[in-house]
């Protein structure tokens, strides 16, 4: 065995030594780079064994030396200059089965994640270490490795390895149940709040702290509170409004108080203080929320957790969690919804509710954690037990047990002197203390309790008539298998909760005759489609003549006691779920069952496990041979995964359910971050380990499952002891991109209808290339392939990875329950992809693509239901009522074969992005930049525009002119020349970018490896163009003429065209004619050299008109328009070897450039007459809101295509699209958004942050929501989520006036709007002009969405006429109008006039909460100062409103008065 030397070499400071593993090839003869090592210290054989890859040779490295960097040596506690052991490994005898990755502070997609799992294959990986992936600009890093049921440190990825991704920052909503138990005291004597709050929560902060986690996190409170009359007209009328009716006709209303919004914290355990605050006045304020004076309201009760409103609340987070393409941000990945409960995990629950539930937490791929505070019961949990419509005698419960919530139990360290017994119930109240509980809304269970407790014992000595061993044995068996096939009734002995049906025959003296026709038959919904019908012996042995299955039952059980023999039962067919031996019933595996058991390693036994699952194992003495006892075994990952054993005094050990098969008595240890980690070897047996582990007896029906637990795969037994979940809380993992459910020939024909087209990229590419005005490099069909199933993963299918061996005999075939499908591994490559029951194929051989669905022949019914609840978020006054919908999405209806077009046309205007289509965007306001918080806080009011504001309209539109030539990868050919007393304004990064060679935008230069510039290489000289000068006579164009006052047009013309002086042109750039330049540049040019009057703009529109200069598209009828136009000059040498024609297209011209108008701003390039500024509200005639009415093309929006990948880093095709406002107005917001489905997030976020960067100088770019005032009962709307309305006082006037009563009626209520804009005003808000709603045959109210110039917070004005008809609640806008202006449904109420305010969630945190005022008192922030502030000012404090009021009218007085006078002075001139 050769020894080698080891050395230790530190990255980056020596160009040589720059891999993990540095070795000199005279050692190694037969080593290539790519081959894994395994080095390890030669007298730990058993120790730990660290593999790395070769991945470069060095001639450097001395003989028999090889070199480790430093950090890894540590980790693996290699000693410098020590000899080890190196040895090559084959790949297949390390290779890992699935292996955890964590990352952080950034968006990576699906689409992402296949690419780098694809990048990692056949690479060697070690714990802690950082992955780079440059082409995707994506990092993280290792977790956790598994391979052969055992954790390890180092492994190599295969094709097969699952790879699991876990965010540390991701979207998390904690919900807290408040439901009654939350005030009852735990066995340790804490209330059950003080163990979720003070014990969960803070654990799991501490958690998240130590693992440096960054999520975004939504608190929540929640609860029922049900109303104790017998209808509704006992409620009072402002009542009503949200009262919903439960199955047993009882009232209840459903409240949420939401205690912190969309924040991030590096100490979350600030807000532990502000639940305590909640806690204490929770209960009160929600039960008498209704209380009046004078008024008499039904007595409110609080539910227990079981009736509670559970499967409502994970709704509500699924409501947010769908739009995750709409609001995207860069800096987080992940969805997870988390209740802590202070129940045992069984909840009541409406069968239709938990089919969407299921649906959609299983579609959407989020992750919900369900954590419960209370004792584990000693059945299995999360149990649902469906709400029992059906009131006759027989009628028996029906329980669910979803694998679709992964539960917790979380208990306190807590130890009682006495005793070290855990409790696994909460012991029932007896006697009087029932009358605490007693009251509506109380669960059956605990009413049902109470009964029997208190009952007179006597009556049930009857009880020992029955075997009950027998009885349940029947009642629980599984039915034939036939009875999947067809729905057949099979005759079956049935009896049900057993006291009832006794009584019910002991009243009757007729034990003996009774028949089926006394008992109502059984009619009972299925009540999953995936329980499976199990065969059983005992059934098979059933013949029609056997009219008494019991008494056959009791002789095969030896009749211990004489049965009660009774009739058969005609039902359905269908095994009931007995939660005390969950076990029984086995259910059909479906993708369903599978969708996320990829994220769960293999334990030793071949079987997926849960970690948090622990066995209770009883303890044996250990035997003096043995190093440890197995109580001090601990195995703790970098944080405290799992803790296994308890204090030495207890009956038990607990031991994780995976170890139980592997625990080593030499166990191998190293070092894994800062903690110690045990890895065990296997062995065979041992007096440690004499019980088996459950190792499922599922080889017989490979394709079943279990009911109970996540993975299907554990058997559920009472000994599991469930612990929390810490790894899914902290770290939690995306939807896994692999799963391994295909379903059988059989099934596939019957149950499934099959549909295929096929694509030909080839052939589409060389139509569309022909056909388009601007050539762009098609993809290929293998990227045309690879990007159709990008888009799939991006929408939630997972890839079908199929086992390609044979099962081995006996034991479970790899562990994975699913029959192989195989392969053939030629050239040809087929892709299979699944959601839900809908599989897609996609096959590719040599050109063509062929594309085959499978979706269900028969599809579940789309379930819609309609829910009001009432809501109270941060700084709102009151709970408001709102209401939503669920729904459950048909994903077959999803037109995937428009969207592969898309993609093989590479994003033509023929297949554009449809809303269903569900694509990705980012929306940003662009706004100007004002220094406003410092200003608030030095004249403490907000009220101080435009005041303070300095004029810069100047400095604000050259910035835009820079920002959009950015956008379009604009480069001008001679840089305006900057004047040198102007030096403040260039960086000698400018000065050294004015003398570059200047390069057209097609040969933009390859960056050098490593070097990312801080500014597109593409937009350098359009930077350095952009340095313009700041004042009026020099617009940073050398000025070398003033033109005479009769200078002709021809003149003018030839001075615009000159080379050096004249107005600059852009570089040549594909599809822009030669010679092209903006009007704007244009205008500018020409203000600075007339000096009688001529209007620039005329003199444009003559060019023009003369056939001097046209629009670059080369359609002449398009006029000058003042703005980021291109035109070009016409009158060009057409032979010069430069010169490109325009493309006579002007449709395919805008859909390549960004084409704004300039409004507003006209007094920049000619000088206009001062006015005195009369507000907008008292004038004869009001001007018009927006621009909209006065735009040249009338559009709001236009979109262009957008190439995104500028750095040219991905080595993916990505293109894009850009949507913009098409008029740029000072003093209004100009709203950008970018739109994608082929681009990478990272790709989208480097090109986002280099225009932010750019747009740096006087504006700046914020990102915005696609809904920023999230109105109740709207369909996008986050429901929990409002705008604040703030009311406007409008009785201010001295003896009650109207306000505008001297204007006619109908202008008043637009009067009023203007009003309130112009208040809107004071406070540096900005007016966003929106597309209108239309909406059919109704006349919607006016309104009107303003920004602040901060982006930090929006308002909303709506026009408040009494002639605005209300119509039916059911109509959303209705409900807009009528939930946020706080009214009934009486239309007669007159609307208050008000604003409704709302805060823009996505500006981060950090910078939401740097925005301190210094000198205010308790460091206010500054968004919250504006909003008191505003109200106060709406309400007329301090007569402020008063003030402005009259103010307005004195400057309408001296208009009139400067008016009168001039008209006077004319008229004298007259005379």
Known sequence: MKLYKLNTHTRGCNKSYDADLVMNLKD?????????????????????????????????????????????ANAFKMRPYSNVVMRIVKPADVALDSIEITFKDQYMGRSE?????????????????????????????????????????????????????????????????????????????????????NGFLTE??????????????????????????????????????????????????????????????DDWCTVLGQLRKLFTSYQATVLRYHERENMKIPPATNSSATQGNFLEVLNISLNTFEKHYLDRTFDRTGQLSVVITPGVGVFSVDRELTNITKQRIIDNGVGSDLVCVGEQPLHAVPLLKFHNKDTTLTSADDYSLPHWINLSFYSTNKKIAYSSFIPRIKLPLFGSQLTLHDGVG?????????????????????????????????????????????????????????????????????????????????????????????????????QPDTTNLSESLASEKNARRTIVSIAPIVRPGRALINPFDPSQVTIKLTSNRRRWTHIFPKGPTGVLIQQHHYQAVPAKPTQAGQQRPLQQIQSNNNNDQEDYGCANGEQYDRVSSH???????????????????????????SPMNPLPANVPNLTATQAKSYLWGATGEQEWTPAITTGVDWKSLTIPACLPITTDYFPDKRSLNNDYVISDYTLLPDDVNHDYAQSRAVYRKPLSTEEVCKEIVSQRLAQGFQLIVVDEKPPTAGGCSSGSAVQPVKLSRETNKEYLLSIGRIFHKISLSGSVITVTGYRPRHPYPPINVDYRYRFHAPQHETYEISGVNFT????????????????????????????????????????????????????????????????????????????????????????????????????????????????????????????????????????????????????????????????????????????????????QTQSLPSCTFVAYDALMWLKTRLNNGRHPLDLLEAMRKERMICHASGDWKKPVVPGFVFYYVVQQDKNAK??????????????????????????????????TPVPNFLRDSPAPQSWTETSSNKRVYRQ?????????????????????????????????????????????????????????????????????????????????????????????????????DEFPEESRSDRMLFFQEAILGKFGFLPCVLEKKYSVGKDLPKEYQYVHCTGNMFALIRCATNNYQVESPILKEANVTRCVYGHTNNTNVPKKVGFLWAWNHMIPNKKWKAQTINNSADGELFQLKMLKDFREFCSNSDQRLSTFWTQSQELKRRAQKFEFNNNNTEENKMK
């Not at 190293?670 to 890895?679: A, K, P, S, Y």
């Not at 080595?1211 to 950008?1232: N, S, Y």
């Open 113 to 197: 994640m296949w690419r780098l799992k694809t990048y990692l294959t056949d690479t060697c990986v070690y714990v802690n270490k950082k992955i780079d992936y440059n082409d995707m600009q994506i990092r993280c890093q290792v977790y956790e490795m598994w391979s052969q049921g055992e954790r390890v440190a180092s492994g190599v990825i295969t094709e097969d390895t699952k790879i699991v991704f876990r965010s540390s920052t991701s979207m998390v909503y904690l919900f807290l149940q408040m439901s009654s138990e939350m005030w009852d005291f735990d066995i340790h004597g804490d209330l059950y709040f003080e163990k979720a709050v």
């Open 1138 to 1171: 430069d010169y490109a024609p325009p493309l006579d297209d002007y449709s395919a011209f805008v859909n390549e450039w960004l084409e704004i108008e300039f409004q507003g701003c006209s007094f920049l390039w000619h000088d206009e007459p001062v006015t």
């Open 204 to 265: 799991l902060f501490q958690k998240w702290r130590k693992l440096s986690c960054n999520h975004e996190v939504t608190i929540v409170l929640f609860s029922r509170t049900f109303y104790a009359a017998k209808s509704l007209d006992e409620f009072p009328e402002h009542m009503r409004d949200c009262l919903q009716q439960d199955y047993k006709g009882r009232f209840y209303e459903d409240f949420y108080r939401v205690a912190i919004q969309n924040e991030r914290c």
């Open 888 to 1067: 459950t999405e048909k994903l077959e209806n999803f037109n995937w074969n428009h969207m592969d077009l898309y993609i093989c046309t590479r994003g033509d205007v023929d297949y554009p992005l449809m809303e269903s289509l569900k694509y990705w965007r980012y929306r940003m306001y662009l706004l100007p930049r004002e220094n406003i918080v410092s200003k608030i806080a030095s004249c403490q009011r907000c009220d101080i525009f435009p005041d303070v504001t300095a004029d810069n309209t100047r400095e604000q539109v050259e910035d835009f002119v820079r920002l959009i030539e950015a956008v379009s990868k604009l480069k001008r050919q001679y840089a305006r020349k900057a004047r040198q007393h102007d030096t403040p304004r260039i960086t000698e990064k400018h000065h050294n970018q004015l003398n570059s060679p200047q390069q057209s935008i097609n040969v933009r230069p390859k960056l050098e490896n490593g070097r990312i510039p801080r500014i597109f290489p593409a937009t350098d000289a359009a930077a350095a163009a952009g340095v313009a000068a700041r004042d009026d006579q020099d617009d940073g164009f050398p000025v070398d003429i003033k033109f005479s006052p009769n200078a002709t047009l021809p003149e003018i013309f030839e001075a615009m065209k000159h080379p050096v002086n004249g107005v600059g042109f852009f570089s």
């Open 28 to 72: 190694h003869p037969n080593a290539n780079v790519g081959d894994v090592v395994e080095i390890y210290a030669p007298d730990e054989e058993n120790g730990t064994h660290l593999l790395l890859q070769i991945t470069e040779f060095n001639g450097s490295c001395g003989r028999d030396v090889i070199s480790i960097e430093s950090g890894i």
């Open 1200 to 1300: 262009s295509h957008l190439e995104i990948d500028v750095n040219q880093k991905s080595d993916r095709m990505e293109w894009g699209h850009v949507k913009h406002h098409t008029v740029l107005q000072p003093r209004f917001a100009f709203e950008i958004v970018v739109e994608w489905v082929t681009s990478s997030g990272p790709i989208v976020a480097d090109l986002i942050g280099g225009w932010m960067r750019k747009a740096n100088q006087f504006n700046f770019l914020v990102s915005v929501p696609a809904d920023p005032m999230a109105e109740p009962f709207t369909k996008k709307s986050d429901p929990l989520r409002g705008p604040i309305f703030i009311p406007l006082c409008t009785t201010f006037l001295p003896n009650g006036a109207a306000l505008f």
């Open 659 to 685: 170890s139980l098969l592997s625990k080593s008595a030499s166990s191998q240890s190293f070092v894994m971050g800062d903690e110690h980690i045990d890895f065990f070897k296997r062995r065979q047996n």
């Open 442 to 542: 109380e669960g059956e269970g605990e009413e049902n309790e109470g009964h029997f407790l208190s009952c007179n014992q006597s009556e049930y000595k009857h009880n020992s008539l029955f075997d009950y061993d027998a009885y349940d044995e029947q009642i629980f068996q599984p039915l034939p298998a036939q009875s999947t096939c067809s729905l057949q009734r099979v005759v079956r002995a049935k009896k049900t909760s057993v006291p009832s049906l006794e009584t019910y025959a002991y009243r009757n003296n007729d034990w003996e005759n009774l028949t089926p026709t006394q008992i109502p038959a059984m009619r009972r919904k299925m009540s999953d489609p995936d329980i499976h019908h199990g065969t059983s012996a005992m059934l098979a042995a059933l």
